[in-house]
Each structure stands twice: as structure tokens, then as C-alpha cells.
């Protein structure tokens, strides 16, 4: 796996050697359910080391392994202490990484380590401008295409597409986003060279974005903005598990809106009005 660029995380977790087997089999389809191929374990009790990656990997490996990654425990400690246990996941870096979050949440939940009535903040910075595209291979842009890069012009003519950072930012409560913003971009020629690195011809460019460029070209000043979510804040606020529970007309599983009979047909008088034709 890892030479072929992937990776291994593990989440070492105290205080759980002593579950019962439906506990870590458990934990194991939860892996499965998000996309994982499966989750290995280990776990120290009295008399030593046990679970699957104990049983196949020699004592000595296993005494590595749990010595590097027992610092991610309370108080960082040089090894792995009796009833802790070890959760390895391995995979494409991207998904491991959002599988281990989940695990995270997993066993917050399933260890009532959540706290249901305070608010935890946290701004999300230094976001990538560009991911590659797991099926094609190819660059593409990771989250939001008209960012102004960190670095600007120099930094897009320089440095290796992956290495390049957006001035994007989000804050996030209790793990869940309330406002997204960036500093947009607002330079012709940084836009155009940002798209072609993000796969876009130029003459792509021009035809999906001409408007937008020739209207910076007159003359755009240096902008940034936020939107928060107001449906996320009340959700947060009124401790519900969903934004359907403060959303007053949401739509039904088939993705109707019924308050607004939407989507419907379009009546030829609304055409007219508006001199609008459907081809």
C-alpha cells in the first residue's frame, strides 16, 4: 500500500482493551460502512498484546508500532500502557484520513466522550487550490476554483500544483461548518493560469468565463468574504442531529419542494413574459 502512495494511520485509543469482541468487530463494520476494506487492531492487557495485527506481526514490530504511535495518547507517553488499544487503517491518503475522523467520532460516541452542551471552534485554514482526481489522475482544483492563490502569480509559476494553498478559510463548531470564505480572486491573469493548471483550455476559459474576466479587466478591487449558514448555527444551538429538524419547508426524500410545488412545469405565458424558450 504505501508504495504504491498510500498510507497507514493509526488511532490509538485508551481505556479499551477490556471490551468485549463485539466492541472491535463492531468498529470493524463501522469502517466498512464509510468505504474502508477493513480495520486492524491491537490491544495491551495484563499479559500482553492482543487482536488480529498481534497475532500476525512479530513482538518485536509490534513494540515499534505501538511505542511511535502511544504519543498520540493523554500525557504522550514513551509506550503504549496497559488497556489501550491500537486502530490501523490503511488505504489512499484522502480516505484514511476522513475514515480515521469518522472512527474518532465512533468511538467518542460509543465512549460517551462527547460534550453534548459545549461549543468547540476551530478556524479550517491553508486549504490545498488543487487535489488530483482519483479516477483520471489529473490535477483538479480541491474545493473553490476562484481563490486567490497563496503566493499569487510567483506562486502558481513555481511550485508543484499540490503545494499550492488557496486563501480559503472556514470555522467549524462541534465539527460541523458553519461559514465558509476565501479571498477571491480578482487578477485576469492569475485566474487564467490557475484554470489551465486546473485542466481548463484557454480557449475553455474564455468561452466559460469570458464575461467574468473582461469585467475584471475594467478594474476589480482586493475582496474577501464569508457566508455562515444560519440553518447550522440554529441546529448547533437547538442540539439536533440534522439541519431537517430546523429547516421550516424541507424537501422530501425525492428532493421536492412542496411548499413551492418545485420542481413543476413552466407555463408558455411565464415563457413569454420572461422571452425564454426551451429547446
Known amino acids: 500500500i504505501i508504495e504504491s502512495g498510500g498510507v497507514v494511520r493509526g488511532l490509538a485509543t485508551p481505556g479499551v482493551a477490556s471490551r468485549p469482541r463485539s466492541f472491535f468487530d463492531g468498529l ?30 512479530g513482538t518485536g514490530l509490534v513494540e515499534r508500532l505501538v511505542t511511535r504511535l502511544a504519543r498520540g495518547l493523554p500525557g504522550s507517553p514513551s509506550v503504549m500502557p496497559e488497556g489501550a488499544a491500537l486502530f490501523l487503517l490503511a488505504g489512499d491518503r484522502a480516505e484514511v484520513t476522513r475514515w480515521a475522523g469518522l472512527l474518532r467520532l465512533q468511538l467518542g460516541r460509543q465512549l460517551e466522550l462527547d460534550e453534548s452542551e459545549a461549543y468547540r471552534f476551530a478556524w479550517i485554514t491553508d486549504f490545498p487550490l488543487y487535489e488530483l482526481d482519483q479516477e483520471t489522475r489529473q490535477i483538479t482544483f480541491s474545493h473553490n476554483p476562484f481563490s486567490m492563490p497563496q503566493g499569487g502569480l510567483e506562486a502558481l509559476q ?47 476559459v474564455e468561452a466559460e468565463f469570458g464575461a467574468l474576466l473582461r ?48 420542481p413543476s412545469m413552466v407555463a408558455s405565458a411565464q415563457l413569454r413574459d420572461l422571452g425564454l424558450a426551451l429547446k
Open 158 to 204: 513555481s511550485l508543484p500544483p499540490l503545494q499550492v494553498r488557496a486563501w480559503q478559510y472556514d470555522i467549524v463548531c462541534n465539527g460541523v461548518e458553519l461559514s465558509s470564505g476565501a479571498v477571491r480572486n480578482h487578477r485576469p491573469d492569475i485566474m487564467r493560469l490557475a484554470f489551465e493548471i486546473g485542466g481548463y483550455e484557454p480557449d475553455q
Open 28 to 57: 470493524q463494520a463501522f469502517a466498512q460502512q464509510q468505504g474502508a476494506a477493513g480495520l486492524a487492531w491491537l490491544a495491551r492487557t495484563s499479559d500482553g498484546f492482543t487482536g488480529p495485527v498481534a497475532s500476525t506481526m
Open 215 to 262: 469585467a475584471f479587466r475594467s478594474g476589480c478591487p482586493p475582496h474577501a468574504g464569508i457566508a455562515p449558514g444560519l440553518e447550522r448555527i440554529v441546529m448547533l444551538l437547538a442540539n439536533v442531529p440534522n439541519l431537517r429538524e430546523v429547516t421550516p419547508f424541507p424537501k422530501d426524500s425525492r428532493g421536492r419542494d412542496l411548499m413551492m410545488d418545485a
